[in-house]
């Protein structure tokens, strides 16, 4: 699809995750279909016990750790899928704080983050957005192999954005392809909607899938440890492993009571 089909798409009376997001971190950039949306979540996961802001702060923090973390071990090319709307500490101002030459292809299927990111990036030279879908990972390694250069390392970047994709096996299929070009040094790493063990909320989970049905991804799927572990099997999975969030490399990791229930697994990995 091209960028103006992406264009045409907008429409302030469907709910975007991206824009909902943003409302979680405390962004403008939403309208009022969104807000609403995002408050409906926001009250549902606190009868379940649950902070759907530390969620996103957990899982933003996770993405700049994370990227910051494979710039510093010298991964020099970076592809975001997925990558929201403009915030504070996006992933290209952080890898190219650590090594200014860092390359950054990002990828997203929303018309107004593609057009926030296109005016943020319009002068830096080294970082591109591309309209593109995950569930479409042929298309958008063909489009970022245009900017990068797959014959050396790449950091491939899903966060919290494979939850998007209802179908298990599907899931898994798009992991896969976007392996499929990586060479040895590259990386994977993903963040994933989870619920700890044992805390079924069934009630209020199918009402927070129900909204997230009627948003433009269509869909929410929480998946557990062990499925999202298996998207790196096979990789040098990094220390600590798949954890939450909150958990990944925080030297300061601070209290996170609303977390205890789920939030947001990640984990990141090497190509051996
Ligand atoms: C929850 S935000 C996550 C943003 C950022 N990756 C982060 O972790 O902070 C999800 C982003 O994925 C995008 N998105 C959702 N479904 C997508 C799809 N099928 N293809 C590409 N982008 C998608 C949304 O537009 C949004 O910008």
Do not use: C
Not at 14 to 21: C, I, L
Not at 127 to 137: C, F, K, M, N, S
Not at 173 to 196: K, N, T
Request: no cysteine; hydrophobic share 40%; aromatic share 6%.
């Amino acid at each position: 699809m091209s960028a103006d089909d992406f264009a045409q798409q907008i429409n302030p009376n469907v709910p975007s995750v991206a824009r909902m997001y943003d409302y979680y971190l405390g962004g403008k950039d939403n309208f009022p279909a969104d807000r609403e949306a995002a408050e409906r979540i926001v009250r549902l996961a606190r009868e379940s016990g649950s902070d759907i802001r530390e969620v996103a702060r957990a899982n933003r923090g996770f993405l700049i750790r994370g990227v910051r973390h494979l710039a510093e071990a010298g991964v020099r090319q970076f592809l975001d899928i997925g990558t929201g709307l403009p915030t504070q500490d996006n992933v290209h101002q952080v890898v190219q704080r650590v090594t200014p030459e860092a390359k950054v292809v990002y990828v997203d299927n929303d018309p107004i983050v593609l057009s926030h990111a296109r005016a943020l990036l319009a002068d830096n030279p080294g970082t591109v957005i591309v309209a593109g879908d995950l569930r479409e990972p042929g298309y958008v390694l063909k489009e970022a192999a245009g900017h990068l250069d797959f014959s050396r390392p790449v950091a491939v970047v899903v966060a919290a954005v494979l939850h998007f994709v209802q179908d298990d096996a599907e899931a898994e299929r798009i992991v896969r392809a976007l392996r499929g070009p990586l060479v040895p040094g590259s990386h994977l790493m993903i963040s994933h909607a989870y619920i700890e063990p044992g805390q079924g909320e069934a009630d209020r989970a199918d009402e927070v899938r129900g909204v997230y049905r009627r948003s433009t991804s269509g869909a929410l799927a929480w998946r557990d440890r062990e499925t999202v572990r298996a998207y790196f099997d096979g990789l040098d999975l990094l220390d600590p492993g798949v954890v939450p969030a909150q958990r990944w490399r925080d030297d300061d990791p601070g209290d996170w009571p609303g977390l205890a229930k789920g939030g947001v697994l990640a984990g990141i990995a090497r190509v051996p």
